[in-house]
């Protein structure tokens, strides 16, 4: 698999883990971040997914 197939990081360079150990740049936890590289595309995918919920929750 080349570089460019892999799942991208949604890092933004705003790094710093809440309360709640969520980053508050990215919405990732600190065990998704630490594991990131590790992670299958799928696996990387489903974080995405839930990222996605996270950041819905931010803004209500």
Request: one cysteine or more; proline letters at 2%.
């Amino acid at each position: 698999m080349s570089v460019a197939d892999k799942v991208r990081s949604p890092c933004v360079q705003v790094c710093a883990l809440d309360e709640n150990d969520m980053c508050i740049g990215c919405q990732r936890t600190g065990d998704e971040i630490l594991r990131w590289t590790q992670m299958t595309n799928e696996e990387r995918r489903e974080v995405l997914r839930q990222v996605a919920v996270r950041e819905e929750n931010v803004a209500l």
